[in-house]
Nanobody, 124 residues
Framework: QVQLVESGGGLVQAGGSLRLSCAASGLTLSSYAMGWFRQAPGKEREFVAAISSSGSPYYYDSVKGRFTISRDNAMNTVYLQMNSLKPEDTAVYYC??????????????????WGQGTQVTVSS
């Protein structure tokens, strides 16, 4: 059974940093591209960042230069380092696995497995 478990969310002041982790089990992480999405209250889920199985990243414009996605295939874990956080970054953050390993898709339909999410709240 595939499981993706996010951790690292919390409450932080604007300008602060958080590092999210996504621990995968039941799959071989190196066979998947991975993505992070987020959903704010009353809004649709939106793409944040993706990383191919070989480590190539792709970012949503609003997080470029502030967020960094990375992966450790040996540890079956994906990370999202978030710096210079803004109140508009407040959302539930989800990691997801894409079986097309070289894809850096921004479309949620391309992802076959999802975590339960972790809350990130940025206060002004």
């Amino acid at each position: 059974q595939v499981q993706l478990v996010e951790s690292g969310g919390g409450l932080v002041q604007a300008g602060g940093s958080l590092r999210l982790s996504c621990a995968a089990s039941g799959l071989t992480l190196s066979s998947y591209a991975m993505g992070w999405f987020r959903q704010a209250p009353g809004k649709e889920r939106e793409f944040v960042a993706a990383i191919s199985s070989s480590g190539s990243p792709y970012y949503y414009d609003s997080v470029k230069g502030r967020f960094t996605i990375s992966r450790d295939n040996a540890m079956n874990t994906v990370y999202l380092q978030m710096n210079s956080l803004k109140p508009e970054d407040t959302a539930v953050y989800y990691c997801a696995a894409n079986p097309h390993r070289y894809s850096m898709s921004k479309y949620s339909i391309d992802y076959s497995h999802w975590g339960q999410g972790t809350q990130v709240t940025v206060s002004s």
